[in-house]
Structures are given as structure tokens and as C-alpha cells.
């Protein structure tokens, strides 16, 4: 019920293309679904965030699409860049954050 | 604003000891989370704490405890090391409990050999 299913757990794209991570969610009290992303020997750091009231919310290149039946969640980069080569992990909360399992993206140049 | 504070960055220990680690929040953050990150199970809840009060407890056993002090610092024991407790340990900040977003120190990397 606690479970977030990450998926890819890798990712390789070429810069400037689409970058496009996938989680799911089974718990539908979760009601607060943010992606954070981790660059080596750092910590995690909030990236975007959205609440099952809206379908899509967008920040630059950083998209997350919402589907709320499906309790399916995503995020999309757009026009990867090498800098944003790092691991991405979508979480959702209720009470407290539940981690996905994390994704590896690497954006080669 | 300073961030999250860990101390220390990295520790060796040994089975059967005991570990302290400690977390200053942002100033003015009331609510600090511990995590445990490994490669093989993600980044797992320890617990929760928001104005000294335990709030929220993860599936660990009881050999991880915590407590937080009336600066909001907080402080995690970790006694009888085992090997498996080799992690990346993350404490986070946040304003409130509960939904809210959290700052991320950049973690002590414990090593139990």
C-alpha cells in the first residue's frame, strides 16, 4: 500500500532529446506527489511537485503529467542537457514521503 | 540561509558498536527526518520529528532511535552495528509536518566492517 514503483531504473538519452522517468502508486490517500533529483555525494533536492488536483504542471524544461485513475505520475525533461545527468526519484505522501526506487539518467553530449 | 547541516560526512565503524549522528536544520524548521539510502532498497523512512516529538516511525528495528532537542536539532543512535546498516544516512528539514517540502542535508556515509 506504502509502495512507489519507479521505472526505468536507468535512463541514457542525447542531448536535447526527452527524458521521460514513469511511477505508480497504489495507496490513494497519497495526496502530495514530488520528484527530487540527486547529484553524486549530495543530497536529494526538490525539482517539482504536484497535487492530484491538477493533470500537468510545468516549470522550464520540467513537466510532470498526472493520472489520477491510472495513479500513474511522470516526469519529462525536455531538451536534456548534460547537467542534468543525476538520479531522479519520484516520491508521494500522505503523511510522509514514500521514495520510488530512484532513476539513474545520464545525458550524453 | 545555511542549509542542512550533517556531521560527520563519513564514519567507520565496527559491528556491535553504536553511532551518533546529528543533523541541524534550517533555521527556523521545526520538523526533521531521518532516511537511510542504500543502492539495493532506496531511500527508506526512519522517523519523523517536529518539535521534539517523535511524529512518524518507519519499519526499522529498534536499534535506530532519535531524538530532537529544543533547537530543533536532532541526533540519530544507531546501537549493535550491523554489517547491512552501511548506508548513506539523510536527515531532512522541513517548516511543518506532515506534506510538506523537504531539505535535504548531504548525508553521513556510515560504514560498518
Known amino acids: 500500500q506504502q509502495q512507489v514503483k519507479q521505472s526505468p531504473q536507468s535512463l541514457i538519452v542525447q542531448k536535447g532529446g526527452i527524458s521521460i522517468i514513469n511511477c505508480a502508486y497504489e495507496n490513494t490517500a497519497f495526496d502530495y506527489f514530488p520528484w527530487y533529483q540527486q547529484f553524486p555525494g549530495k543530497g536529494p533536492a526538490l525539482l517539482i511537485a504536484i497535487r492530484p488536483d491538477v493533470s500537468e504542471k510545468k516549470e522550464g524544461r520540467f513537466t510532470i503529467s498526472f493520472n489520477k485513475s491510472a495513479k500513474q505520475f511522470s516526469l519529462h525533461i525536455m531538451d536534456s542537457q548534460p547537467g542534468d545527468s543525476a538520479t531522479y526519484f519520484c516520491a508521494a505522501s500522505s503523511s510522509r514521503l514514500t521514495f520510488g526506487e530512484g532513476t539513474q539518467l545520464t545525458v550524453n553530449p | 540561509k545555511a542549509g542542512v547541516t550533517q556531521t560527520p560526512r563519513y564514519l567507520i565503524k565496527t559491528r556491535g558498536q553504536q553511532v551518533t549522528l546529528s543533523c541541524s536544520p534550517i533555521?527556523?524548521?521545526?520538523?526533521v527526518s531521518w532516511y537511510q539510502q542504500t543502492p539495493g532498497q532506496g531511500l527508506q523512512f526512519l522517523f519523523e520529528?517536529?518539535?521534539?516529538?517523535?511524529?512518524n516511525k518507519g519499519n526499522f528495528p529498534g536499534r535506530f532511535s532519535g531524538r530532537q532537542f529544543s533547537n530543533s536539532r536532532s541526533e540519530m543512535n544507531v546501537s549493535t552495528l550491523e554489517l547491512g546498516d552501511s548506508a548513506l544516512y539523510l536527515c531532512?528539514?522541513?517548516f511543518g509536518t506532515g506534506t510538506t517540502t523537504l531539505h535535504f542535508g548531504n548525508g553521513t556515509r556510515l560504514t560498518v566492517t
Open positions: 531532512a528539514s522541513s
Open positions: 533555521s527556523g524548521h521545526r520538523s
Open positions: 520529528y517536529f518539535s521534539e516529538t517523535q511524529r
